[in-house]
């Protein structure tokens, strides 16, 4: 079992910056490869980025690639989502998951485990 609490969400302007941060309960973080997805008001969940066990494979969506990234700290169980340049269609609730493979995450079900959500606005 894997508990997952997302932070870091709130409000920005275009352009700016926000870093998301999910940090995982037990002793299993190495065993998971990590995700985010979002959720924008009236759409369907969607894949955001992901990171394999050990940091070796990322996978972003065309939407984000280039502004964002995605990075996992073993030594606190945290995985961050760093958003630069952000623009008002990355308005959603971003939720972070765990999963057996990142191919899993990117191209597959989503996550096994998945937190409570966090709210990110990016206003004009």
């Known amino acids: 079992q894997v508990q997952l609490v997302e932070s870091g969400g709130g409000l920005a302007q275009a352009g700016g910056s926000l870093r998301l941060s999910c940090a995982a309960s037990g002793r299993t973080f190495n065993s998971y490869a990590m995700g985010w997805f979002r959720q924008a008001p009236g759409k369907e969940r969607v894949f955001v980025a992901a990171?394999?066990?050990?940091?070796?494979?990322?996978y972003y969506s065309d939407a984000v690639k280039g502004r964002f990234t995605i990075s996992r700290d073993v030594a606190k169980n945290t995985v961050y989502l760093q958003m630069d340049n952000l623009k008002p269609e990355d308005t959603a609730v971003y939720y972070c998951?765990?999963?057996?493979?990142?191919?899993?995450?990117?191209?597959?079900?989503?996550?096994?485990?998945w937190g409570q959500g966090t709210q990110v606005t990016v206003s004009s």
């Open positions: 998951a765990a999963a057996s493979t990142v191919l899993t995450l990117r191209y597959g079900r989503g996550g096994d485990y």
């Open positions: 990171v394999s066990q050990n940091s070796g494979a990322m």
